[in-house]
């Protein structure tokens, strides 16, 4: 079984800064892709930025510029930097990791809240 966590969202300022985690623990051989997506109140799931194990990256055109996703694959943690936050950015926030075990699955955290409000 794999487990995905994601920690570190909360209530920011418009112009304010968070940093998300996501650890996976479980029976994993390796971690290939990881990402971040989101989902605001009435819209559907979007992506946000990816990571292969090689650091190759991919953001959506709304995070280029403001936010940085990383990982530390001996840790199997991605990270997500983010900066000059935005009301439209307020959603929650999910973790996707295809990992590994016996087969390649892909895998969800249970998502944590960002909201962006003055």
């Known amino acids: 079984q794999v487990q995905l966590v994601e920690s570190g969202g909360g209530l920011v300022q418009p112009g304010g800064s968070l940093r998300l985690s996501c650890a996976a623990s479980g029976s994993i051989v390796s971690i290939n892709a990881m990402g971040w997506y989101r989902q605001a109140p009435g819209k559907g799931r979007e992506l946000v930025a990816t990571i292969t194990s090689g650091g190759r990256l991919n953001y959506a055109d709304s995070a280029k510029g403001r936010f940085t996703i990383s990982r530390d694959n001996a840790k199997s943690t991605m990270y997500l930097q983010m900066n000059s936050l935005k009301p439209e950015d307020t959603a929650v926030y999910y973790c996707?990791?295809?990992?590994?075990?016996?087969?390649?699955?892909?895998?969800w955290g249970q998502g944590t809240q960002v909201t962006v409000s003055s």
């Open positions: 996707n990791a295809e990992v590994f075990t016996i087969t390649t699955i892909y895998y």
